[in-house]
């Protein structure tokens, strides 16, 4: 009479012979579980109505594993009562080390940018796709900024704007659900439609720092942002 063998030892005795055994997602390695749940794990941030606890879930947030190599989450800065949404992509390494968007340069020229349509960057709000610096600087990917746009979507929410600039080809491709090149991007209003906002898309203020010659585009842009400002304000 044969002696039936309980699971565990025959997996034992498979993987004594070198006989690869699949097993059921309960018996997988629990690092490799945990990663899982990261990827697959979904937050809701919905019912939210403040600004603070929105803020503080996501300093706690390891949705992705841009997490591992934070210094600190990027949340956002600026009024928030700004009927303007300026969005890029990503922080960098100066953002990250001091938890604000667009610092350096490029902030400072954003800062220039703003100005010359008669705005300070303490009057309108400033945030990015994804809240965590991607390794290198590269670009986040769309598994990362999928699993931040609930923050977006909620700081749009609570910020009610009435006009969103996007900074950059990732900004606005990845906020507007778009494979276009940003040349074709801009020029033109776009919409938000879960939100009913007017979308104004520009170059990003570092891709001005290398291309001046852009500027001349940019401010064009710029200037339809303004006026799209001024007859919501009417």
């Not at 059921?24 to 979904?42: F, I, M, V």
């Not at 979507?153 to 491709?173: C, E, F, N, T």
């Amino acid at each position: 009479m044969t002696r039936e063998i309980a699971e565990p030892e025959r997996i034992a005795y498979l993987d004594a012979l070198g006989v690869d055994v699949w097993r059921p997602r309960s018996a997988a390695d629990p690092a490799e579980t945990d990663e899982q749940a990261l990827d697959t794990e979904k937050v809701d941030v919905s019912t939210l109505t403040e600004w603070a606890p929105l803020q503080a879930t996501v300093a706690e947030c390891t949705l992705c594993s841009l997490h591992k190599s934070r210094t600190q989450t990027v949340f956002g800065t600026g009024s928030t009562q700004a009927d303007l949404l300026v969005i890029g992509e990503a922080p960098g390494a100066e953002e990250d080390r001091r938890g604000e968007p667009f610092v350096g340069r490029a902030g400072k020229l954003l800062d220039e940018m703003l100005r010359a349509i008669g705005l300070d960057r303490n009057v309108v709000y400033i945030a990015n796709i994804v809240k965590c610096r991607p390794p290198d600087n590269r670009d986040p990917e769309a598994a990362e900024a999928a699993s931040c746009r609930p923050y977006l979507d909620a700081q749009i929410r609570l910020l009610q704007p009435k006009v969103v600039l996007a900074v950059g080809r990732i900004a606005a491709q990845q906020l507007l659900g778009s494979d276009m090149p940003l040349g074709r991007m801009r020029g033109q209003v776009h919409s938000l439609p879960t939100h009913s906002l007017p979308v104004v898309v520009t170059y990003h203020p570092a891709y001005l720092l290398r291309t001046p010659d852009q500027k001349r585009k940019a401010w064009q842009d710029l200037c339809v942002a303004r006026d799209l400002l001024r007859t919501a304000g009417k």
